[in-house]
């Protein structure tokens, strides 16, 4: 019982410390691509490896301008970062290396924001921070 205990305390502290970094990898290397635009409350972001998926869906108000600004770790390569609509359909992709994305929208409009790590042939697979940050101005 002690073991288990001892384990999982151990494993807790990990995360903690990886949540930790990645906290500060944003805010020295991320927070600077949103400029003049102010950063909304929320800290999205996670430790990814090669390969891994995420997604993100936020609400976007009409009358705001935003920048949607995607960090990633060097280590992690040139990540894929994609929007598409509530029916699934893309509408802005990263494919000419941009790392955000300026507009405002019409009416209320909520999005998702798909997030690829590319895939590796590497022996050792690293892990590294990436985040989307949310910036508006009126």
């Known amino acids: 019982m002690k073991h288990t205990t001892l384990l999982l305390a151990f494993v807790s502290l ?9 906290r500060t ?23 990814l490896i090669p ?4 997604e993100l869906d936020l609400t976007f108000l ?30 802005w992709s990263n494919s000419d290396g941009s790392d955000h994305l300026d507009f405002s929208v019409e009416n209320a409009q909520r999005l998702r924001f798909r997030v690829q790590v590319p895939e590796t042939d590497a022996a050792i697979l690293h892990e590294g ?6 910036g508006s101005k009126d």
């Open 62 to 91: 009409a009358g705001t301008n935003y920048r949607v600004a995607v960090c990633a770790h060097p280590v992690l390569g040139e990540v894929a970062f994609d929007v598409v609509d509530d029916q699934d359909i893309r509408i």
């Open 25 to 47: 990898f944003t805010k020295k290397n991320c927070l600077p691509l949103l400029e003049d635009y102010i950063q909304n409350d929320n800290y999205n972001s996670a430790v």
């Open 51 to 54: 390969g891994d998926e995420a």
């Open 129 to 134: 921070c990436v985040s989307i940050l949310i």
């Open 14 to 22: 990990l995360a903690a410390s990886a949540s930790a970094q990645c």
